[in-house]
């Protein structure tokens, strides 16, 4: 293999792994539910990654910024998956599994 075509296939997987960072999932809420230090409300949201902050987009357009750390697990996820608790009356969100991803989003209390 040259070195031409070994550039090309770098520039293509960086390319891929920056649209698929660029993906949206989406999560149901039944309930008020509290992400680190913001509040949502129950409905349908579209939850996107750019950089440190995880975006929350409801279904009227609204969209809320949380710091998130994105980790990595061993294996895909099947499915979008919330981990929460449910303290105060509220329930929070302590990680998102992305559904056919290893991504994870954690986020702090």
């Given at each position: 293999?040259?070195?031409?075509?070994?550039v090309?296939?770098?520039?293509?997987a960086?390319?891929?792994?920056?649209?698929?960072a660029?993906?949206?999932y989406?999560v149901?809420?039944?309930?008020?539910t509290?992400?680190?230090?913001?509040?949502?409300k129950?409905?349908?949201?579209?939850?996107?990654?750019?950089?440190?902050?995880?975006?929350?987009?409801s279904?009227?357009?609204?969209?809320?910024s949380?710091p998130v750390?994105?980790g990595?697990s061993?294996?895909?996820?099947?499915d979008t998956?919330?981990?929460?608790?449910?303290?105060d009356?509220?329930?929070n969100?302590k990680?998102?599994?992305?559904g056919?991803?290893?991504?994870?989003?954690?986020f702090?209390q």
């Open positions: 293999m040259t070195v031409k075509s070994l090309i296939i770098s520039v293509l960086i390319a891929a792994a920056g649209i698929a660029a993906r949206s989406s149901t809420l039944t309930a008020p509290k992400v680190g230090a913001t509040e949502l129950p409905g349908e949201y579209e939850v996107s990654v750019k950089g440190s902050q995880a975006i929350f987009t279904d009227s357009g609204k969209s809320f949380v750390t994105v990595q061993e294996k895909k996820f099947s998956m919330v981990d929460s608790s449910s303290k009356g509220h329930d969100i990680e998102i599994d992305l056919g991803s290893t991504m994870k989003l954690q702090g």
